[in-house]
């Protein structure tokens, strides 16, 4: 069973914000990935790597995966049907990349010791100091 862990990061002394996911393979760490990006918000980050994570499954042929996200933001969207009040862009590519897809959206806390969602804070915070 595919597990990705994802999160998003904003700096604003530096106005660069930062998506991380990392993958796992029943427990074992497969592969990560992170990207930064200029003039954001941290929400628009976290829906971000939310989409590249689905983009990295459909690229290994994945549809059936479980994604865990610290963001209420992300997961109260995906889950409550909160309202798309803002970055309605992003929520757009959102309900194509996630088109055929099963997924089990799972909130897990933030900064609370969970190894692999502190490693993949770490990598969005370490994508807002890459440009």
Request: aromatic share 10%.
């Amino acid at each position: 069973m595919i597990s990705i862990y994802i999160d998003g990061a904003y700096s604003s002394s530096r106005d660069m914000g930062g998506w991380a996911f990392v993958v796992l393979e029943d427990g074992v760490k497969v592969d990560s990935n992170f990207f930064p990006v200029p003039n954001t918000t941290n929400n628009r980050m976290e829906v971000q790597a939310a989409i590249e994570a689905c983009l990295w499954t459909k690229e290994h042929e994945i549809t059936e995966l479980t994604i865990l996200s610290d963001s209420m933001y992300v997961i109260g969207t995906m889950t409550l049907n909160w309202k798309r009040k803002k970055n309605t862009d992003l929520w757009e590519i959102m309900d194509t990349v996630t088109k055929n897809l099963t997924i089990n959206w799972k909130h897990v806390k933030g900064h609370e010791g969970n190894k692999y969602n502190e490693l993949c804070d770490a990598l969005a915070v370490q994508a807002t100091f890459v440009i």
